[in-house]
């Protein structure tokens, strides 16, 4: 059978011509087993029979209002997750009555497992045939600090799967944010005005803590994909564990804060935390309302104006969750056509910690002076100290992955270094800046190294 050659409809890959001469051919990608939704789905049902586990014990206990919260935040990121799922794989467009049934009863996450799994052992069974349906992509890729062009095939059951990976990659960072963020804080505040510890709650607890993590993971992997989309990207086991031991230092150091400074103000802490995750909430839309622009039309082609309007705003929503507790990689720009900056914004990032430095800072400081000695039966400055100290190591491990371990750092107009330069020194002498301009092209390959 002859094989078919088509072109994707993603933007970031190129019309296909025979008549360039420096393309080199690469190996046609080879399918792996997928982890990832197999660890992605075990946190979602991991997660949901934990909290349900809990409802149950509140419940039973006549514990109402920590009955309430615990499954608010259970049914509101699940009902995300099931929609998130549907929205990727564009079923509402599809004859597929089960799926839409299994989300219905918010077990999605279960069927998209299955169907993924299903493939990859169709797709094993198959290995060493061709195709007959393949797609060309290609992508630039740095060797040697040097940029190639590659081409290679992708079939058609390799692609699906590959959608499967992505739709699961954006469940984690819905789940984690949207979920596990507020599940986590409230039963660290329900842990610490009780003084126990029960194992459902702990479990919980747990599985909350693993899920935040690992979203915020991917939530850089995804940023670095958007930002450099013409590029293939491979992160090592080195610049994966960096991520991971910055971003659970940062977001458990936060969280930790975020309960101390409620446990001690009780009610008056929730003007503060609620005017403060409103601000990042409108401040996309701000800025877009500022700018004039028009409502972006590219997000889904069926969509009407008022289905884009829920979209941006669940991304909206998103984005504050994100940034509430962590810093987010990318700064939202609704007035732009992909809905994202992607340049290397050295100035927001050091704005975003700048801001949450200040205000852990505060909130250590009322926790340590006002708090209640029952609350806990360790020393309030030592525990004020660690996480100050926590929180500024994660900054570190930061520093370091954009400094060194980025792959694509040598793309990198300025650098970390530079950057900091800058903020500490005063502007150059205008005569050394007109006598050592770089050119255009030695500046956008300078290395940070």
């Known amino acids: 059978m002859d094989r078919v050659y088509e072109i994707p409809e993603e933007p970031n890959v190129d019309p296909v011509s025979p008549l360039e001469e420096d393309v080199i051919r690469g190996?046609?990608?080879?399918?792996?087993?997928?982890?990832?939704?197999?660890?992605?789905?075990?946190?979602?049902?991991?997660?949901?029979?934990?909290?349900?586990?809990?409802?149950?014990?509140?419940?039973?206990?006549?514990?109402?209002?920590?009955?309430?919260?615990?499954?608010?935040?259970?049914?509101?990121?699940?009902?995300?997750?099931?929609?998130?799922?549907?929205?990727?794989?564009?079923?509402?467009?599809?004859?597929?009555?089960?799926?839409?049934?299994?989300?219905?009863?918010?077990?999605?996450?279960?069927?998209?497992?299955?169907?993924?799994?299903?493939?990859?052992?169709?797709?094993?069974?198959?290995?060493?045939?061709?195709?007959?349906?393949?797609?060309?992509?290609?992508?630039?890729?740095?060797?040697?600090?040097?940029?190639?062009?590659?081409?290679?095939?992708?079939?058609?059951?390799?692609?699906?799967?590959?959608?499967?990976?992505?739709?699961?990659?954006?469940?984690?960072?819905?789940?984690?944010?949207?979920?596990?963020?507020?599940?986590?804080?409230?039963?660290?505040?329900?842990?610490?005005?009780?003084?126990?510890?029960?194992?459902?709650?702990?479990?919980?607890?747990?599985?909350?803590?693993?899920?935040?993590?690992y979203g915020a993971t991917l939530c850089n992997m995804l940023a670095i994909q958007i930002k450099y989309d013409d590029y293939k990207i491979r992160l090592g086991p080195l610049e994966v564990l960096c991520i991971t031991i910055w971003r659970t230092l940062e977001i458990t150091s936060r969280l930790v804060i975020l309960v101390l400074f409620s446990a001690t103000l009780k009610l008056k802490a929730v003007p503060f935390l609620v005017l403060n995750f409103l601000i990042i909430l409108f401040e996309p839309w701000i800025k877009f309302w500022r700018s004039g622009a028009q409502m972006p039309n590219n997000i889904e082609k069926n969509f009407s104006r008022v289905g884009t309007l829920v979209v941006l705003i669940s991304i909206t929503v998103l984005y504050a969750g994100i940034n509430f507790s962590c810093w987010s990689a990318l700064q939202l720009r609704l007035a732009d056509r992909d809905l994202v900056d992607k340049g290397q914004n050295w100035g927001h990032m050091g704005l975003h910690y700048s801001v949450r430095l200040v205000e852990n800072v505060i909130m250590v400081l009322v926790f340590k002076f006002f708090g209640v000695k029952v609350l806990l039966n360790y020393c309030h400055s030592l525990i004020a100290v660690q996480l100050i100290i926590a929180y500024l190591i994660s900054i570190g491990f930061m520093l370091l992955f954009f400094q060194y371990l980025h792959p694509l750092r040598s793309l990198f107009t300025h650098n970390v270094i530079d950057y900091l330069h800058c903020v500490c020194c005063h502007r150059i002498p205008q005569g050394r800046a007109e006598n050592s301009e770089p050119s255009f092209e030695a500046e956008t390959r300078q290395s940070v190294v």
């Open 27 to 213: 190996a046609n990608p080879r399918f792996t087993f997928p982890f990832g939704i197999l660890f992605s789905t075990f946190l979602y049902c991991g997660e949901a029979a934990s909290a349900l586990y809990m409802v149950r014990i509140y419940r039973k206990n006549n514990e109402t209002y920590w009955m309430m919260y615990t499954f608010f935040f259970f049914m509101f990121s699940s009902i995300m997750v099931q929609l998130t799922l549907i929205f990727v794989h564009r079923d509402l467009a599809k004859d597929k009555p089960l799926s839409l049934f299994m989300h219905l009863i918010l077990l999605g996450p279960v069927i998209r497992c299955l169907e993924a799994m299903i493939k990859y052992l169709m797709l094993w069974k198959k290995e060493g045939q061709e195709e007959p349906y393949v797609s060309l992509t290609r992508k630039k890729m740095l060797i040697d600090k040097e940029e190639v062009l590659i081409e290679w095939e992708v079939g058609h059951s390799i692609r699906t799967l590959a959608m499967h990976r992505n739709a699961y990659k954006r469940m984690s960072q819905i789940q984690a944010f949207l979920g596990s963020v507020p599940q986590l804080t409230y039963q660290l505040y329900v842990t610490l005005i009780s003084a126990e510890v029960p194992l459902g709650r702990a479990v919980l607890m747990v599985f909350s803590l693993v899920s935040v993590t």
